[in-house]
Protein backbone atom coordinates (compact mmCIF):
# COMPACT_ATOMS: atom_id res chain seq x y z
CA UNK A 1 0.00 0.00 0.00
CA UNK A 2 1.34 3.50 -0.57
CA UNK A 3 -0.61 6.88 -1.07
CA UNK A 4 -0.77 9.22 -3.84
CA UNK A 5 -2.04 12.65 -5.47
CA UNK A 6 -5.32 12.47 -6.50
CA UNK A 7 -6.30 15.89 -6.92
CA UNK A 8 -4.94 19.58 -7.14
CA UNK A 9 -6.76 23.13 -7.66
CA UNK A 10 -5.62 26.39 -6.89
CA UNK A 11 -7.48 29.52 -6.36
CA UNK A 12 -6.04 33.06 -6.92
CA UNK A 13 -7.32 36.32 -5.60
CA UNK A 14 -9.16 38.72 -8.72
CA UNK A 15 -7.33 42.08 -7.86
CA UNK A 16 -3.44 42.22 -9.52
CA UNK A 17 -1.04 44.37 -9.33
CA UNK A 18 0.96 44.71 -12.85
CA UNK A 19 4.85 46.10 -13.21
CA UNK A 20 2.95 49.04 -14.81
CA UNK A 21 1.46 49.95 -11.83
CA UNK A 22 5.15 49.61 -9.72
CA UNK A 23 6.59 51.46 -12.06
CA UNK A 24 3.89 54.33 -12.52
CA UNK A 25 4.11 54.26 -8.27
CA UNK A 26 7.44 54.13 -7.42
CA UNK A 27 9.25 55.66 -10.83
CA UNK A 28 12.55 53.19 -9.66
CA UNK A 29 12.67 50.23 -12.01
CA UNK A 30 10.48 50.00 -14.78
CA UNK A 31 7.83 47.23 -15.37
CA UNK A 32 10.53 45.15 -17.95
CA UNK A 33 13.61 45.72 -15.55
CA UNK A 34 11.36 43.79 -12.87
CA UNK A 35 9.88 41.10 -15.45
CA UNK A 36 13.83 40.63 -16.63
CA UNK A 37 15.30 40.38 -12.92
CA UNK A 38 12.33 38.45 -11.30
CA UNK A 39 10.83 36.62 -14.09
CA UNK A 40 7.48 38.26 -12.80
CA UNK A 41 4.79 40.90 -14.31
CA UNK A 42 1.47 40.13 -12.52
CA UNK A 43 0.51 39.03 -9.08
CA UNK A 44 -2.66 38.81 -7.44
CA UNK A 45 -3.03 39.83 -3.79
CA UNK A 46 -6.15 39.86 -1.68
CA UNK A 47 -8.26 42.83 -0.65
CA UNK A 48 -8.40 44.10 2.86
CA UNK A 49 -11.67 42.34 3.35
CA UNK A 50 -10.59 39.14 1.85
CA UNK A 51 -8.28 36.57 3.93
CA UNK A 52 -5.80 33.30 3.06
CA UNK A 53 -8.85 31.42 4.79
CA UNK A 54 -11.38 32.73 2.12
CA UNK A 55 -8.94 31.93 -0.46
CA UNK A 56 -7.75 28.21 1.30
CA UNK A 57 -12.24 28.03 0.80
CA UNK A 58 -12.50 28.61 -3.09
CA UNK A 59 -9.48 26.62 -3.37
CA UNK A 60 -10.99 23.72 -1.53
CA UNK A 61 -14.33 24.35 -2.98
CA UNK A 62 -13.12 23.23 -6.35
CA UNK A 63 -11.79 20.11 -5.00
CA UNK A 64 -14.60 19.07 -3.75
CA UNK A 65 -17.03 20.07 -6.61
CA UNK A 66 -14.82 16.79 -8.41
CA UNK A 67 -14.18 14.66 -5.50
CA UNK A 68 -16.64 13.08 -2.42
CA UNK A 69 -16.09 15.64 0.49
CA UNK A 70 -17.61 12.76 2.57
CA UNK A 71 -14.19 10.66 1.61
CA UNK A 72 -11.73 13.58 3.22
CA UNK A 73 -10.83 12.41 7.24
CA UNK A 74 -8.42 14.71 7.54
CA UNK A 75 -7.77 18.67 6.99
CA UNK A 76 -4.23 20.50 6.52
CA UNK A 77 -3.93 23.75 6.08
CA UNK A 78 -0.49 25.39 5.76
CA UNK A 79 -0.50 29.37 6.27
CA UNK A 80 1.72 32.23 7.89
CA UNK A 81 -0.90 34.52 7.57
CA UNK A 82 -4.10 33.05 9.66
CA UNK A 83 -7.14 34.47 10.08
CA UNK A 84 -6.83 34.32 14.29
CA UNK A 85 -4.04 33.22 16.33
CA UNK A 86 -6.67 30.64 17.57
CA UNK A 87 -8.58 28.39 16.63
CA UNK A 88 -7.08 26.64 13.65
CA UNK A 89 -8.53 28.01 10.61
CA UNK A 90 -8.86 24.15 9.44
CA UNK A 91 -11.35 23.63 11.80
CA UNK A 92 -13.08 26.48 10.68
CA UNK A 93 -12.49 25.32 6.88
CA UNK A 94 -14.29 21.56 8.35
CA UNK A 95 -17.34 23.25 8.92
CA UNK A 96 -17.84 25.91 6.10
CA UNK A 97 -16.93 22.96 3.69
CA UNK A 98 -19.41 21.25 5.33
CA UNK A 99 -17.23 17.98 6.26
CA UNK A 100 -18.06 15.45 8.62
CA UNK A 101 -16.95 16.28 11.89
CA UNK A 102 -15.26 12.59 12.67
CA UNK A 103 -11.93 14.05 11.26
CA UNK A 104 -9.05 15.51 12.15
CA UNK A 105 -7.99 18.85 11.46
CA UNK A 106 -5.24 21.10 12.12
CA UNK A 107 -2.49 24.12 10.91
CA UNK A 108 0.71 23.77 10.34
CA UNK A 109 3.37 26.85 10.08
CA UNK A 110 5.61 27.16 7.50
CA UNK A 111 6.72 29.11 4.31
CA UNK A 112 8.27 28.14 1.19
CA UNK A 113 9.16 24.28 2.11
CA UNK A 114 5.49 23.88 3.44
CA UNK A 115 3.85 21.52 0.71
CA UNK A 116 7.02 18.87 0.82
CA UNK A 117 6.43 19.01 4.83
CA UNK A 118 2.55 18.85 3.90
CA UNK A 119 2.84 16.02 1.73
CA UNK A 120 5.21 13.87 4.12
CA UNK A 121 2.85 14.59 7.22
CA UNK A 122 -0.20 13.14 4.67
CA UNK A 123 1.82 10.34 3.62
CA UNK A 124 2.89 9.49 7.28
CA UNK A 125 -0.35 9.76 8.49
CA UNK A 126 -2.54 7.33 5.47
CA UNK A 127 0.72 4.76 5.85
CA UNK A 128 0.16 4.61 10.29
CA UNK A 129 -3.96 3.97 9.14
CA UNK A 130 -4.81 7.31 10.94
CA UNK A 131 -6.38 8.88 7.71
CA UNK A 132 -7.42 7.44 3.81
CA UNK A 133 -7.93 10.53 2.40
CA UNK A 134 -6.37 14.49 3.17
CA UNK A 135 -7.18 17.70 2.40
CA UNK A 136 -4.24 19.34 2.27
CA UNK A 137 -4.09 23.33 1.84
CA UNK A 138 -1.42 25.96 1.18
CA UNK A 139 -2.85 29.41 1.71
CA UNK A 140 -1.10 32.56 2.00
CA UNK A 141 -1.40 36.09 1.98
CA UNK A 142 2.41 37.60 2.29
CA UNK A 143 0.79 40.86 0.89
CA UNK A 144 -0.98 41.56 4.01
CA UNK A 145 2.83 41.64 5.93
CA UNK A 146 4.33 43.84 3.04
CA UNK A 147 4.76 47.90 3.47
CA UNK A 148 3.10 49.50 1.01
CA UNK A 149 6.65 51.60 0.08
CA UNK A 150 8.67 48.48 0.34
CA UNK A 151 9.05 47.45 -3.52
CA UNK A 152 11.54 45.43 -3.28
CA UNK A 153 9.00 42.57 -1.56
CA UNK A 154 5.94 44.22 -3.20
CA UNK A 155 7.57 42.89 -6.59
CA UNK A 156 8.03 39.65 -5.48
CA UNK A 157 5.26 38.29 -3.46
CA UNK A 158 1.60 37.64 -4.52
CA UNK A 159 -1.25 35.36 -2.40
CA UNK A 160 -2.72 32.46 -3.92
CA UNK A 161 -4.25 29.06 -2.02
CA UNK A 162 -4.42 25.32 -3.47
CA UNK A 163 -5.93 22.22 -2.06
CA UNK A 164 -4.58 18.81 -2.92
CA UNK A 165 -6.35 15.53 -1.70
CA UNK A 166 -3.64 12.65 -0.83
CA UNK A 167 -5.47 9.35 -0.84
CA UNK A 168 -4.51 5.68 0.33
CA UNK A 169 -3.33 3.67 -3.11
CA UNK A 170 -2.26 0.26 -4.08
CA UNK A 171 0.88 1.54 -4.70
CA UNK A 172 3.42 3.71 -3.06
CA UNK A 173 3.34 6.90 -5.67
CA UNK A 174 5.16 9.86 -3.23
CA UNK A 175 8.57 8.16 -2.58
CA UNK A 176 11.36 9.53 0.14
CA UNK A 177 11.77 12.36 1.56
CA UNK A 178 14.78 14.89 2.65
CA UNK A 179 13.80 17.83 5.26
CA UNK A 180 16.22 20.24 6.78
CA UNK A 181 16.61 23.31 9.11
CA UNK A 182 18.77 25.92 10.27
CA UNK A 183 17.40 28.70 12.68
CA UNK A 184 20.32 30.23 12.92
CA UNK A 185 18.88 32.41 9.63
CA UNK A 186 15.22 32.90 11.01
CA UNK A 187 15.63 36.69 11.18
CA UNK A 188 16.33 37.30 7.55
CA UNK A 189 13.02 36.71 6.73
CA UNK A 190 10.71 37.43 9.28
CA UNK A 191 7.42 39.63 10.57
CA UNK A 192 8.85 40.69 13.64
CA UNK A 193 5.99 42.34 15.62
CA UNK A 194 2.54 41.02 16.24
CA UNK A 195 2.41 38.05 18.50
CA UNK A 196 3.45 37.93 21.74
CA UNK A 197 7.62 38.51 21.43
CA UNK A 198 6.84 41.89 19.97
CA UNK A 199 3.64 42.87 19.72
CA UNK A 200 1.86 44.83 17.08
CA UNK A 201 3.48 48.66 17.49
CA UNK A 202 1.20 51.10 15.54
CA UNK A 203 3.94 53.90 16.34
CA UNK A 204 6.58 51.35 15.13
CA UNK A 205 9.63 53.45 13.01
CA UNK A 206 9.86 53.38 9.84
CA UNK A 207 13.20 51.55 8.25
CA UNK A 208 14.79 52.09 5.19
CA UNK A 209 17.64 50.55 2.88
CA UNK A 210 20.11 52.02 0.42
CA UNK A 211 17.66 51.31 -2.65
CA UNK A 212 14.89 53.17 -1.23
CA UNK A 213 12.33 50.25 0.19
CA UNK A 214 10.33 51.20 3.67
CA UNK A 215 9.00 48.87 6.31
CA UNK A 216 8.64 48.76 9.95
CA UNK A 217 9.33 46.10 12.34
CA UNK A 218 5.13 45.14 11.46
CA UNK A 219 6.13 43.92 8.34
CA UNK A 220 7.56 41.90 6.60
CA UNK A 221 11.48 41.63 6.44
CA UNK A 222 14.16 39.82 3.83
CA UNK A 223 17.34 40.08 3.52
CA UNK A 224 17.21 38.97 0.08
CA UNK A 225 21.03 38.63 -0.54
CA UNK A 226 21.22 36.56 2.63
CA UNK A 227 18.06 34.40 1.40
CA UNK A 228 20.18 34.14 -1.47
CA UNK A 229 22.85 32.45 -0.19
CA UNK A 230 21.72 30.40 1.66
CA UNK A 231 19.67 29.30 -0.71
CA UNK A 232 22.67 28.22 -3.39
CA UNK A 233 24.22 26.90 -0.57
CA UNK A 234 21.70 25.01 0.14
CA UNK A 235 19.99 23.73 -2.52
CA UNK A 236 22.28 21.58 -4.66
CA UNK A 237 23.36 19.42 -1.82
CA UNK A 238 19.12 19.08 -1.28
CA UNK A 239 18.76 17.53 -4.34
CA UNK A 240 22.12 15.35 -4.56
CA UNK A 241 20.85 14.29 -1.12
CA UNK A 242 16.90 13.89 -2.78
CA UNK A 243 18.09 11.43 -5.81
CA UNK A 244 20.53 9.46 -3.52
CA UNK A 245 17.77 8.47 -0.99
CA UNK A 246 15.55 7.98 -3.61
CA UNK A 247 18.78 5.78 -5.75
CA UNK A 248 18.12 7.80 -8.52
CA UNK A 249 19.92 10.39 -11.01
CA UNK A 250 19.20 13.21 -12.63
CA UNK A 251 18.84 11.18 -15.89
CA UNK A 252 15.78 9.23 -13.92
CA UNK A 253 13.80 12.67 -13.30
CA UNK A 254 11.22 13.44 -15.75
CA UNK A 255 10.83 16.97 -14.42
CA UNK A 256 11.77 19.05 -11.52
CA UNK A 257 10.00 21.80 -9.93
CA UNK A 258 11.57 23.96 -7.25
CA UNK A 259 9.58 26.67 -4.91
CA UNK A 260 9.29 29.34 -7.40
CA UNK A 261 10.87 32.22 -5.67
CA UNK A 262 11.89 34.35 -8.34
CA UNK A 263 13.55 33.75 -11.96
CA UNK A 264 17.22 35.38 -10.67
CA UNK A 265 17.88 32.71 -7.81
CA UNK A 266 16.20 29.48 -9.73
CA UNK A 267 17.84 29.83 -12.97
CA UNK A 268 21.14 31.05 -11.21
CA UNK A 269 19.93 27.37 -9.35
CA UNK A 270 18.99 25.51 -12.56
CA UNK A 271 22.66 26.40 -13.69
CA UNK A 272 24.63 25.35 -11.05
CA UNK A 273 22.97 22.36 -10.52
CA UNK A 274 23.13 21.91 -14.68
CA UNK A 275 19.73 20.55 -14.97
CA UNK A 276 18.47 20.54 -18.39
CA UNK A 277 15.98 23.14 -19.33
CA UNK A 278 13.24 21.16 -20.24
CA UNK A 279 13.02 19.40 -17.61
CA UNK A 280 12.85 22.44 -15.23
CA UNK A 281 9.69 24.26 -14.32
CA UNK A 282 10.21 28.33 -14.35
CA UNK A 283 6.84 30.27 -14.57
CA UNK A 284 5.95 32.59 -12.11
CA UNK A 285 5.07 35.64 -14.52
CA UNK A 286 1.58 36.04 -13.48
CA UNK A 287 1.45 34.81 -10.07
CA UNK A 288 5.29 35.98 -8.03
CA UNK A 289 6.73 34.00 -5.38
CA UNK A 290 3.02 32.73 -3.94
CA UNK A 291 5.48 31.06 -1.00
CA UNK A 292 3.88 27.62 -0.19
CA UNK A 293 1.50 27.61 -3.26
CA UNK A 294 4.12 28.11 -5.76
CA UNK A 295 4.59 24.23 -5.93
CA UNK A 296 1.22 22.89 -6.20
CA UNK A 297 0.43 25.88 -8.56
CA UNK A 298 3.49 24.95 -10.80
CA UNK A 299 2.37 20.90 -10.76
CA UNK A 300 -1.83 21.85 -11.58
CA UNK A 301 -0.66 24.18 -14.83
CA UNK A 302 1.56 21.02 -15.56
CA UNK A 303 -0.74 18.55 -15.32
CA UNK A 304 -3.08 20.12 -16.85
CA UNK A 305 -0.95 21.16 -19.91
CA UNK A 306 0.06 17.48 -20.34
CA UNK A 307 3.99 18.78 -19.20
CA UNK A 308 3.31 15.87 -16.44
CA UNK A 309 2.41 12.42 -17.76
CA UNK A 310 1.14 9.47 -15.73
CA UNK A 311 4.33 7.57 -14.96
CA UNK A 312 6.19 10.50 -14.65
CA UNK A 313 8.72 10.70 -11.99
CA UNK A 314 8.92 14.49 -10.61
CA UNK A 315 11.68 15.92 -8.36
CA UNK A 316 9.91 19.13 -6.02
CA UNK A 317 11.87 21.15 -3.76
CA UNK A 318 10.80 23.56 -1.10
CA UNK A 319 13.22 26.34 0.63
CA UNK A 320 13.06 29.49 2.08
CA UNK A 321 11.55 31.41 5.47
CA UNK A 322 13.01 28.91 9.04
CA UNK A 323 15.65 28.59 7.34
CA UNK A 324 13.95 25.66 6.55
CA UNK A 325 13.74 23.15 3.19
CA UNK A 326 12.94 20.17 1.91
CA UNK A 327 12.46 17.62 -1.43
CA UNK A 328 10.69 14.30 -2.27
CA UNK A 329 10.22 12.98 -5.60
CA UNK A 330 6.28 11.78 -6.60
CA UNK A 331 5.79 9.37 -9.08
CA UNK A 332 2.75 10.36 -11.37
C1 LIG B 1 15.78 39.67 -3.88
C2 LIG B 1 16.80 39.53 -5.01
C3 LIG B 1 16.09 39.27 -6.33
C4 LIG B 1 17.56 40.83 -5.11
O1 LIG B 1 18.57 40.69 -6.07
P1 LIG B 1 20.05 41.24 -5.78
O2 LIG B 1 20.80 41.21 -7.05
O3 LIG B 1 20.58 40.48 -4.61
O4 LIG B 1 19.64 42.71 -5.37
P2 LIG B 1 20.50 43.96 -5.01
O5 LIG B 1 19.77 44.60 -3.89
O6 LIG B 1 21.96 43.64 -4.87
O7 LIG B 1 20.25 44.82 -6.30
C5 LIG B 1 20.98 44.71 -7.48
C6 LIG B 1 20.18 45.34 -8.59
O8 LIG B 1 19.21 44.34 -9.02
C7 LIG B 1 18.03 45.02 -9.42
N1 LIG B 1 16.93 44.54 -8.60
C8 LIG B 1 16.95 44.09 -7.33
N2 LIG B 1 15.72 43.72 -6.94
C9 LIG B 1 14.92 43.95 -8.00
C10 LIG B 1 13.54 43.79 -8.20
N3 LIG B 1 12.74 43.29 -7.23
N4 LIG B 1 13.02 44.16 -9.40
C11 LIG B 1 13.83 44.65 -10.38
N5 LIG B 1 15.14 44.83 -10.24
C12 LIG B 1 15.68 44.48 -9.05
C13 LIG B 1 18.31 46.46 -9.24
O9 LIG B 1 18.87 46.96 -10.42
C14 LIG B 1 19.33 46.53 -8.19
O10 LIG B 1 20.04 47.69 -8.21
P3 LIG B 1 19.36 49.16 -7.86
O11 LIG B 1 18.37 48.95 -6.75
O12 LIG B 1 20.52 49.95 -7.43
O13 LIG B 1 18.73 49.60 -9.15
C15 LIG B 1 17.81 38.38 -4.69
O14 LIG B 1 18.60 38.74 -3.59
C16 LIG B 1 17.12 37.11 -4.41
O15 LIG B 1 16.62 36.45 -5.31
N6 LIG B 1 17.10 36.68 -3.13
C17 LIG B 1 16.35 35.54 -2.72
C18 LIG B 1 15.07 36.05 -2.19
C19 LIG B 1 13.92 35.16 -2.40
O16 LIG B 1 13.72 34.63 -3.44
N7 LIG B 1 13.13 34.99 -1.37
C20 LIG B 1 11.93 34.29 -1.45
C21 LIG B 1 11.75 33.41 -0.34
S1 LIG B 1 12.56 31.89 -0.64
Redesign the pocket.
Known amino acids: MGTKIVAINTYLPEKIITNQQLENDFK??DSE??E???GIRNRHVVKDDETALDLAYNASLKTIKEYDKNKIDFVILCTQSPDYFLPSGACILQNKLGLRTNIGAFDFNL??SGYIYGLAIAKGLINNNLANSILLIMSETYSKHIHKKD??NL???GDGAASTIIEKSENEHILEFVFGTDGSGFEN?IVKNGAFRKKYDPNAPQISD???NIWTDNNLF?N??E??NF?IEKVPKLVDEILNKNEMTLNDIDFIIF?Q??K??IEYLRRKINIPKEKFYSNMLDTG?T?SVTIPLALEYSINNKIIKRGDKVLLCG???GYSWGATIIKF
Open positions: RWKIAKLGCLATIFLNSGMGPIFTHANYINVFGV
